[in-house]
């Protein structure tokens, strides 16, 4: 069955240093991947998409992730994290071909903290 | 509307009652998701409308759990005889298209909370 692992549950990094956010996904073939946001009391936010093409993708807030086929892996950057960057993260993937549907697999996600 | 609306945005309940959560989705958006989060976990698919039928229900954890788009627009995610252990955030979102390329780029609700006592 497919399956994303986000290994790290929490996360605390002081402001200005970078971050990264590991994910692995389970998969026979390359899924799409996604990149998601969620602050308290809000929904969702797509950060940042991956499904075909150049494997450094760059999205919103100064985000990036790196995918690796090897590894299957899709990892989540940021050179300099700021204080409103303080959020839960979430890795997903969708299922390419004819199960193309907004239907995603998510990870349990990553509580990231920023500290001053 | 501008964005994904959903009310009631909490819920609290007794155990064994009836409970309705409403979803409206952006304008033109022909395909609705309805995933369930609960704490600590990453949201969970339930099910998927394309226009007004449901195209994959394979999420509904059971027979207590439905949920209609009978316009084609808002949808209405029904709980019978709710359980302590349906306390979740329930998360709508809504896409462009059903399927296909883009398909899946969603845009998601700040969700209905319910607490079941």
């Known amino acids: 069955a497919q399956s994303v692992t986000q290994p790290d549950i929490h996360i605390t990094v002081s402001e200005g240093a970078s971050l990264e956010l590991r994910c692995n996904y389970s998969?026979?073939?390359?899924?799409?991947l996604f990149w998601y946001v969620q602050s308290p009391g809000q929904g969702l936010q797509l950060l940042l998409k991956?499904?075909?093409?150049?494997?450094l993708v760059q999205g919103i807030k100064g985000f990036e992730a790196e995918f690796k086929r090897s590894q299957s892996s899709f990892n989540l950057r940021k050179p300099s994290v700021h204080w409103s960057d303080a959020a839960e993260y979430f890795c997903a993937v969708g299922l390419p071909g004819s199960s193309n549907t907004g239907k995603l697999i998510f990870g349990q996600g990553t509580t990231l903290q920023v500290k001053p | 509307g501008a964005g994904v609306s959903q009310t009631p945005s909490n819920k609290v309940t007794e155990k064994g009652k009836y409970v309705e959560l409403r979803c409206d989705p952006i304008s033109g958006h022909t395909a609705l998701y309805w995933y369930r989060q609960s704490l600590g976990q990453g949201p969970e698919f339930l099910i998927y409308?394309?226009?007004?039928?449901?195209?994959?229900d394979s999420g509904l954890p059971n027979d207590r759990f439905f949920a209609v788009r009978p316009e084609g627009s808002v949808s209405t995610l029904k709980i019978q005889r709710t359980e302590r252990g349906d306390s979740a955030v329930y998360l709508c979102?809504?896409?462009?298209?059903?399927?296909?390329?883009?398909?899946?780029?969603?845009?998601f609700g700040a969700g209905s909370r319910l607490t079941v006592l």
């Open positions: 991956y499904f075909s093409g150049d494997t």
């Open positions: 998969y026979g073939a390359t899924p799409y």
């Open positions: 979102a809504s896409s462009l298209i059903g399927t296909g390329y883009g398909a899946n780029v969603l845009t």
């Open positions: 409308f394309q226009g007004t039928g449901a195209a994959d």
